[in-house]
């Protein structure tokens, strides 16, 4: 069994207007909050034969359905579930 | 083909929530328009069945991970077969509002060189940030290429909803240039946004009112038989409709909305 953290965020020179209004309202509480950027984690418990299988997997989830090559990069950790 | 025998699908999930009147505007022009849930679809029918696809506007499997993302793996999943089918026959699929965020997610727009694996476009969360849902002006920019506009005159200015958070049409940087001289080379540009005079915004707000790439409000394919766009044409559907129609000494019958439904059912009575 296999453990992945799997976070989407925006290219760089994307605009972030979540992050923008993010970055405003902490400023608005008093936080020095120059620049916020919002990202999306996704944990996912699966099985797979073998570390390799298993990255091949988070791949395919990261091109398929979790990120928009137009807009979104992703990286990963992997870890076996114990 | 007459257009009592035209038949029109109108698929639903859960969070779709326009497809009462996208149904109602293709009854009301005389079409047989069936609205089925997407599993319904799945188990008992064929979109092979109908003579046109719809996929509504609303907010499907609550717009988790991208609006229109889990509808069109669900989509491709299940149907891809059928679906790739339907387009090469050239039976026309619009996607309206979360419609169209989901034929980009799925490929089937802009589809360059046919359905493609991977989303070559996305529709962006709003700038400004927000749901905004307000009456906009559009220009229809299409040649002809369109089955779903060809009954409206080049440059038309056309008054229509919208009502989305995330629709902002993009392509990734490093093709921008390169993407949209295809969208034109191949006439595969439908509306724009623009004022009530007709000049572009050049993405300022309000009047392109989710900071979309060159105020672009639509697109259909290179063959013009897929379009999405984001604002809502039926909801202009009926003279009723409109915001303004109870200042007016006669409102009008009909909205701007109806020529999109009139195009498609005047090109499957044609075509097939």
Redesign the interface.
Known sequence: MYRAKIEVSL?Q???D??G??TAQSLKELKFSAKKVNVSKVYIVVFEAESKQKAEEAVEGMC????A????DNYSYVIEEEK | MKTQDVRVLVMRVGGTNCDAETQRAFTELGAQAQVLHFNEVIKNHSILDYNALVFPGGFSYGDYVRAGAIWATGTLTKLRKDLKEFVEQERPILGICNGFQVLVEAGLLPAFNGISEYPKATLATNIPIGYRCKWVYLKHENSGNCIFTKNIPKNKVMHIPVAHGEGRFLFAKENEKRYLQKLYDNDQLVFRYCTKDGDYPNGEFPVNPNGAFHDIAGICNPQGTVFGLMPHPERAFYGWQLPDWAKTEQAPTFGDGKLVFESMIDYLKKRF
């Open positions: 290219k020179g994307h605009s207007p979540e923008e209004m091109r398929k359905l979790l928009n090559p137009t807009k």
